[in-house]
């Protein structure tokens, strides 16, 4: 079992990043993936490597083994967890959060969440606009990584000053 690492230069070095994606809803959840590649390969210089998971609820579990393994800068997650008209999803997306700050604060591997719960996905239209708002979303999720990545390092200097 890894221990939380609080050197951030130790972990901002690694010239990798993991990206992990739920299935579930593939057509939307992929166009966040291809936003966040495409914007991340402009800003940063890691190398990112792609996983998939059945659905959401499996993210946080991979996300761990991933940090675990001391190879990553830091983890991207993607999903997309629907309200099917029964209460289910708000227990998933609960869990898949609290399961990824778990796992981002046991290690000190930055976790970046983009699973998302809309609040109204099956209306009609909506399937549509959530393909287009996870393009916007991979772009943010790219941004935040890079950023966090980026001064990680410089802020824990001066803390420690």
Request: with cysteine; net charge negative; charged share 20%.
């Amino acid at each position: 079992m890894t221990t939380f690492n609080s050197d951030f230069s130790d972990t901002t070095k690694r010239d990798r990043v993991a990206f992990i994606q739920s299935c579930w809803h593939r057509d939307i959840v992929d166009e966040l993936r291809d936003a966040f590649r495409q914007e991340f390969a402009q800003i940063d210089t890691r190398q990112v490597d792609f996983f998939e998971v059945p659905g959401a609820f499996e993210i946080p579990l991979r996300a761990k083994l991933l940090a675990e393994s001391n190879n990553y800068a830091g983890i991207v997650t993607a999903g997309l967890v629907v309200d099917g008209g029964i209460y289910r999803h708000e227990f998933v997306a609960s869990a898949v959060i609290d399961g990824l700050m778990r796992v981002q604060l046991d290690t000190g591997v930055p976790i970046f969440s983009a699973v998302l719960t809309p609040h109204d996905f099956l209306s009609e239209g909506q399937p549509e606009f959530f393909k287009q708002h996870f393009k916007t979303k991979g772009a943010e999720a790219a941004q935040a990584c890079a950023a966090t990545l980026g001064g990680l390092a410089p802020q824990q200097a001066a803390i420690s000053g």
